[in-house]
């Protein structure tokens, strides 16, 4: 394995860390002003004008839908290793994603509609989602059921004629608050009586479909996460044409599979851009800070954590290389050990160096004068999202018996899940 970035790479590298210093790290504190303002106005699902206004910037510098790889229709699109540096960088600033049209949901809806819709429901959604002139919401887990196991999930989807018939609650609906979102794809249960792993398929759902309610905005350690949002949807005979069905009925888990792995791995490679910003931050602040006498970057224990923090991230950063290596040559299903493992690292990872910079920074740090508060609550979010560390460990231990032991089960799966 070869992780040295090619000169194209090093190349993208420069634009985009110039375009972040020259626009996105001088424009934080703007863009939450600006949704404080818009929510002092009674709204704060009105998208920023800021980030508007950067994406023309950004498509014009060249650092547009870097994300999406072997696609006729984003022919910019790159490696899964030749991106990771990039989303990366993006990490550093949480809506620094969003700007180069590369931020989820819709990374991995557009990856969803790339692999598996018809021509027809690319040309309808993937391409003014590539445009960046709508966003989407990926519809999977429900609020009464354990949906760290899907096939728990209950939303129903049945045949009537030439339609589906959908009915069902979905909550953590990621961009569903979004004004501009425009498409959902979601999962449900086309045949109860199918074999476990058959019973689930994916459809196409119009935001504004006749029965499609947003219930409310779920907040996350207190943050609304305006006007992205996470939502609770309602969907009440819903009625969409079979057309709107993705790949086939009961090929759900399939799709699921296929989408999460990339979705996973652009989280781990933002993950670690957020840890080495805490691991900067925390660097500047004790170099600036005396205590009982001397310079905190004089104490003992600063040295200690410094140290496991560059080491931490180094790990974390080589494993999800190698994941985006193996998911580039060999495809996902053969990566899902290592696309589980960084899953699980980056996030704890990434927690554990915020947490001591926080504690670098004292007070300052729980506040919003810093960035930290709201990446720690990101990453431990994270630890559930696109499924628990729980599932992933076990799907890492079924996958080593499986090396070792020759009666251990041979049907291991990446887990398709996304939170409880």
């Known amino acids: 394995m070869n992780f040295d970035y090619t000169d194209k790479v090093k190349g993208l590298q420069g634009r985009l860390l110039a375009f972040m210093d020259a626009h996105i790290y001088p424009n934080e504190n703007r863009f939450y002003e600006e949704i404080a303002a818009n929510r002092a106005n009674g709204n704060a699902w009105i998208p920023t004008a800021l980030v508007e206004g950067l994406k023309p910037k950004a498509r014009a510098a060249g650092l547009w839908n870097l994300f999406l790889p072997r696609s006729q229709r984003a022919p910019e699109g790159l490696s899964n290793l030749e991106y990771a540096p990039l989303c990366e960088i993006m990490g550093r600033v949480p809506f620094a994603s969003e700007v180069f049209n590369s931020s989820a949901p819709d990374t991995g809806n557009m990856e969803t509609f790339e692999r598996y819709a018809s021509e027809a429901l690319k040309d309808k ?223 704890n990872m990434a927690s554990q160096i915020i947490d001591w910079s926080i504690q670098a920074h004292g007070a300052a740090g729980i506040c919003d004068d810093f960035p930290l508060a709201y990446a720690y609550s990101t990453q431990r979010w994270l630890r559930l999202a696109d499924g628990p560390d729980e599932v992933h460990r076990q799907s890492i231990a079924k996958l080593e018996l499986a090396r070792h032991i020759a009666t251990a089960p041979q049907d291991i799966e990446m887990p398709v899940t996304r939170g409880s």
């Not at 961009?175 to 794809?185: F, H, K, S």
């Open 125 to 347: 959604w993937l391409e003014p989602l590539l445009r960046g002139e709508i966003r989407s919401a990926f519809l999977m887990t429900e609020p009464a059921v354990a949906s760290s196991d899907a096939t728990n999930i209950q939303c129903s989807i049945v045949r009537d004629g030439n339609d589906y018939i959908i009915n069902g609650t979905k909550w953590w609906s990621s961009g569903a608050g979004d004004p501009r979102c425009a498409v959902y794809i979601v999962m449900g249960k086309t045949n109860p009586d199918a074999p476990r792993h058959a019973q689930q398929s994916m459809v196409v759902v119009p935001a504004n479909a006749p029965g499609v309610k947003v219930v409310r905005a779920l907040s996350v350690f207190g943050y609304d996460d305006a006007p992205h949002g996470h939502m609770e949807v309602t969907l009440t005979n819903v009625r969409i044409p079979v057309e709107n069905l993705l790949l086939g009925e009961g090929r759900g888990f399939e799709i699921a599979q296929g989408r999460l792995g990339p979705g996973r791995i652009h989280h781990c490679m933002r993950t670690i851009g957020s840890a080495e910003r805490a691991l900067e931050l925390l660097c500047k602040r004790i170099s600036s800070r005396v205590a009982f006498g001397k310079p905190l970057s004089a104490q003992g224990v600063w040295h200690e954590r410094i140290a496991d923090s560059r080491i931490m991230i180094e790990q974390a950063r080589l494993l999800t290389l190698k994941a985006a290596y193996m998911m580039d040559t060999v495809g996902n299903k053969i990566a899902r050990a290592e696309i589980a493992m960084i899953k699980v690292i980056a996030p």
